[in-house]
Structures are given as C-alpha cells and as structure tokens.
C-alpha cells in the first residue's frame, strides 16, 4: 500500500445563497456519488489518499486545516470523491504519508 496527502481539489467555495440553497433542494431529490459530504467540500485543506500496490485508489479522506477528519471514503452511500475518478498513484505529485497516520485518523473518525 502507498498513502499521499495532495491539496489538489480543495479550493471549493461554501454555497449559501439563495440560488445554491435552491439547487441544493432540486439536486436532493437527483442520486449523486458523495450526497453528505459535498456540503463539507469548502472546509478542506488536503486530502489523504489509500492506493494498493497496483496504484488504484482504496480509501481517502478530506482533512480540515487543524488536521481534523472531515470524512472518509468509501463509507455506506459514499464512493468516494477520488475513488470514483480515474486517477491512480502515478497522477499525483508524491507527498508522501505514513502508513501508521493514516490508519489512526481512519480509526479516529470510524471510533
């Protein structure tokens, strides 16, 4: 296994006017990949991402900027923002992470 953290995807920005609110309502109703953790998607600061030794992405999890879990993927009706996509270990600049950091976090948030 090899495990990164990458700030790529992370400059979203919070939806709260009125127009977002009413998008929010419609799509609601429409099935989408990562339904509870899209509204969190503005408090990321980085990623931290599980891949196996062919380079496919397992888990990953969006952390905030005091290092805290935002959540965690795959997990019930949540794919997964970067399981879904087609990228794999070799698309991403290699800022490595430990084995051991990110098992605890997973642990923490799932405890």
Known sequence: ??????????????????????????????????????????????????????GKIQREMGIDLDGKVLFASPYKQNPGFWIESEMSFKDFKNNELSSNEFSRLWDEYFL
Not at 16 to 23: F, L, P, S
Not at 30 to 42: G, M, W
């Open 1 to 54: 296994m090899k495990y990164i953290r990458t700030t790529e995807a992370t400059s979203w920005k919070k939806r709260e006017g009125i127009c977002d609110k009413i998008v929010q309502f419609v799509y609601s109703f429409v099935p989408n990949a990562n339904p509870r953790y899209q509204q969190k998607y503005y408090l990321l600061n980085e990623w931290f991402i599980e891949f196996d030794d062919e």
